[in-house]
Nanobody, 122 residues
Framework: QVQLVESGGGLVQAGGSLTLSCAAS????????MGWFRQAPGKEREFVAAISWRAGRIYYSDSVKGRFTISKDNAKKTVYLQMNSLKPEDTAVYYCSSTRGQTTVVSLYDQWGQGTQVTVSS
């Protein structure tokens, strides 16, 4: 099991920035990649970004490409999501997740944090 703890959410005006952090602990050696997902009220959870621990391969959803940046600190076992040019439609609970599988196979992400709320006001 991998334990994940997110932090950094909050309220920000449109056009502003926030940085989320996700600290991993436990059996982190079993994790191949980390991802950020989000779920807005009344909507399904959607993929946002992912990064592999070893190769550092990075993937983004089209909706955040060019605005969000995912990064990692292997020594701290922490993954970050820098969010710039935030829009009201980015409002959601953001979840950190871990997978032992391929970075881009969303269905294989099976370890989840508790989530952190991001609210973007217009």
């Amino acid at each position: 099991q991998v334990q994940l703890v997110e932090s950094g959410g909050g309220l920000v005006q449109a056009g502003g920035s926030l940085t989320l952090s996700c600290a991993a602990s436990g059996r982190t050696f079993s994790s191949n990649a980390m991802g950020w997902f989000r779920q807005a009220p009344g909507k399904e959870r959607e993929f946002v970004a992912a990064i592999s621990w070893r190769a550092g391969r990075i993937y983004y959803s089209d909706s955040v490409k060019g605005r969000f940046t995912i990064s990692k600190d292997n020594a701290k076992k922490t993954v970050y999501l820098q969010m710039n040019s935030l829009k009201p439609e980015d409002t959601a609970v953001y979840y950190c997740s871990s997978t032992r599988g391929q970075t881009t196979v969303v269905s294989l992400y099976d370890q989840w944090g508790q989530g952190t709320q991001v609210t973007v006001s217009s």
